[in-house]
């Protein structure tokens, strides 16, 4: 049934365009017929050759006889006639009020749908300029995103599970994003419409964007210009209509115009000019905010729809019989030279390039570097570090953080999460409590805490790995197999594998599962990090006194490898873990110095560490055990635990 439909008004359109085109060349010849009669000129016949005898004879004394020779007048030779033929729309109810024969409800609703289309139109073009439809500038997004960068990019509280920052999840185009997602949003836009990849600040050549808004504007500025063109000439057709009292309206041809139906017609069109210029400026305006790639081509049609909208409410509401009467209107004879049509068009033509030219230098080259410059703001820099607030004295403290990867699950716990929620409900990665004040209690765990866990003093590899003793997998489990991938190694290596790391400020986890190989339990190692706050056993450490209680009261030499290494570790360690002003920091380093040279004997001269205010004998619980492991002869006077029994005798 539809097909039918569709038919049928093929046909019908068919039909009126045939009409009207039969219409205009009969109304050409007519013109030309006139136009011959009026410039026709008696021209005598050439004489007789002696000799022939002609076809007929003038009578005696009578006139020879006579050839009309048309004369060609002057516009015929350098113009030709031009139909402007009526569109039906709104704008030509004007021309045939009056003479439609309908009755005063169909005038009224036709005055009512005339004067409804253009203020619809410029209603449209009204909102289509206000700031609430174009929205904020992208130029806002500037400090937008420099406040976003200072509060919120590097706020600790952000990190995931891979220990990324959000803004270089933000800037990456991570998916799983829950937070920022405006932000990202727009950033993405940005790379789209430039053509950047993620680590990119500036196009290398065309962007798509902005090729994709110099089309769509382009094609928006054709399509008005279509518009301007029809104006000009429906008013210059109507221009060669005679003026006189009362209208003239006879089978579809407009023989003369009162003046007030004249002006009225000019006024409108003028009007639909105006309301195009409109247009013209609100749709560039538009289609240049539009930062979206994607919403470009969807923008420009619907852009198109706000033309059309006269023509579909002359299809809906005008009245039958006032559509018939314009559908009959027939074309306008315009008379157009060569030289008026060359002008013409390069008029259009010049207009047209200084539009393009003012729209790429004012809105787009302009986009481009506010893009540009949006995009550095948000995303230039370090991204990969956090920073967190002292809520005690208010200082700001920056730790750097791990650079964005692109796999879906880069980090360990990432894949422990995800196998634990599909694969199996036993992880080696987590420590799953049943209770919430279990959970809460391991999560807020401190390593101290945790080092006191262990039954002995044992490195866990020989469970895991070896297969040695019984462990219970699901309590110390999680401790063993984090270590490793804690430390970027597989999670096969041995504590022999790791044992470089045991001297690390970050080794906590590991000196806790492989504290025998790390010397948690030796009174010849290195006491650095030694203790029970940094991740060394509780057992291992209580078995320290009974191992020292046997040795000699000997000093180690200061050339020893263990004292050494203490001292090296020993300034960076101390402005690690309390931190350190620049004159402290020469004290340290200073300090240092002289216990490597003078050994255990400068202890007398310099017993304590002014940063900690420890005394070096006696040790530090939170970073490191007591040198009296290696100087008893200079630090033990009487019995003390980690003294030999011979010191006292």
Known sequence: MADAWDWEESIRELE?????????????????????????????????????????VAPEGGLPKLEVQPRKAWAEEDATLE?????????????????????????????????ASPLLQLAFCLSLLTKGFLGAPLQDQVEIAKKWRADTAHDYRHLDLADTSLVSRVCNGDESLIMSMQHADLISGVDAYLGLETFMFSPDGLSPGVVLCM??????CLYLC???????????????????????????????????????????????????GLLLAAGIQWLTNTTSIKDLLLHAVALKS???????????????????????????????????????????????????LWTWFQLIDPLMDTMQVVKREYCGGNQDFVVAINEHHGIAVARPTAPYVAESMSGHLEIAVYEYAFASQNSQHILFHGTTSDFENTRLETIETAATA?????????????????PVASLYGPYWWSTAVGLGLATNSTCADMAAHCDSSESQLLRMVCGVTCGCGEPQANVMYKVQAQGCLKKCRDQVPHRIDAGPCEDVANHSATWQSFWDLYPSAIRSYYGAAQTQSFELEATATTMKAGGCASLVELPMDRVSESRFCDGDPRLFAPLSQLCPRTCCVGDGPFCPSSCSL
């Open 16 to 56: 009126v365009k045939l009409r009207k085109e039969f219409h205009a060349r009969m109304d050409r010849l007519e013109s030309e017929i006139r136009t011959l009669k009026d410039s026709a000129v008696l021209i005598p016949s050439p004489p007789m050759e002696p000799g022939c005898q002609p076809d007929s």
């Open 83 to 115: 139909p402007i033929a009526f569109t039906e729309s709104t704008w030509n109810l004007i021309l045939v009020l009056g003479f439609t024969g309908a009755g005063w409800l169909d005038a009224f609703i036709g005055c009512a749908v005339s004067c």
């Open 215 to 220: 089309l769509c504007i382009l094609w928006w």
């Open 226 to 276: 279509r518009e301007f063109r029809a104006i000009v000439a429906s008013l210059e057709g109507l221009w060669q209509v005679p003026l006189q009292v009362a209208t003239d309206f006879e089978d579809g041809s407009l023989r003369s115009l009162s003046r007030v139906r004249f002006w009225l017609f000019y006024a409108a069109r003028l009007s639909k000019a105006v309301i195009s």
């Open 306 to 356: 706000l033309l059309e909208l006269d023509t579909i409410l002359y299809a809906a509401f005008m009245p039958k019989k006032i559509q018939v009467k314009i559908k009959k209107l027939k074309p306008l004879q315009f008379r157009s030279s060569a030289w008026r049509s060359q002008i013409e068009s390069l008029f259009f033509v010049l207009c047209f390039l200084a539009l393009m």
């Open 454 to 470: 262990l039954i002995e003093c044992v490195d866990l590899d020989s469970w895991f790995l070896r297969g040695e003793g019984v």
